[in-house]
């Protein structure tokens, strides 16, 4: 994995990209597009977005400690919902994306379906407990399908169509020590 190398041969680098993706994912946790009947947030690009480039520990600090302080400082009632549930499609992002290096594309396809339908029910899941109505969950379960649609689509067009996959790769490995 050359993410993973990464973390061992560059620490620093590794730990600057972590935080500015952290970063950009609490901004964008802070306020959302409004829609008929709730609001849209692009988190869920940096998420997918950093699932795919980073090794597993960097894309659960971006997704789901990222998330969390987002939900901390803006709107803690579902901090802990965002922490799990954004954490763990983080992760099962990064472990597909970088399951076959041959298949990387593939990879990512499979990992931000899963993390999407991860992100559905978690938030689904959370909010049903959070608000105590199950009718709550459902009422926004179609902002949650396209958030997290739009967020996969979104993540995957930035790394493979968009090369920020590969430019990320060949910068990484000349930067190295």
Request: glycine share 10%; with cysteine.
């Amino acid at each position: 994995m050359k993410s993973e190398s990464l973390r061992r041969r560059a620490p620093v680098l590794w730990l600057t990209i972590t935080a500015v993706l952290m970063a950009m994912n609490i901004a964008l946790s802070s306020f959302g597009m409004p829609v008929p009947g709730g609001h849209l947030y692009l988190n869920d690009i940096v998420i997918c977005t950093a699932g795919i480039l980073l090794d597993p520990v960097g894309a659960f600090a971006v997704g789901g400690i990222g998330a969390f302080l987002g939900d901390f400082f803006f709107y803690p009632a579902p901090m802990f919902v965002s922490l799990v549930t954004h954490g763990l499609q983080a992760v099962v992002i990064s472990l597909c994306a970088h399951r076959s290096r041959e298949h990387r594309l593939g990879g990512s396809v499979v990992g931000v379906t899963l993390g999407a339908v991860i992100m559905v029910v978690g938030y689904s899941l959370g909010r049903a407990f959070l608000y105590s109505t199950p009718e709550y969950a459902i009422l926004k379960l179609p902002f949650q399908i396209l958030q997290a649609a739009l967020g996969a689509v979104c993540g995957v067009v930035l790394c493979f169509p968009c090369r920020l996959a590969p430019l990320f790769d060949r910068w990484s490995q000349s930067r190295s020590l």
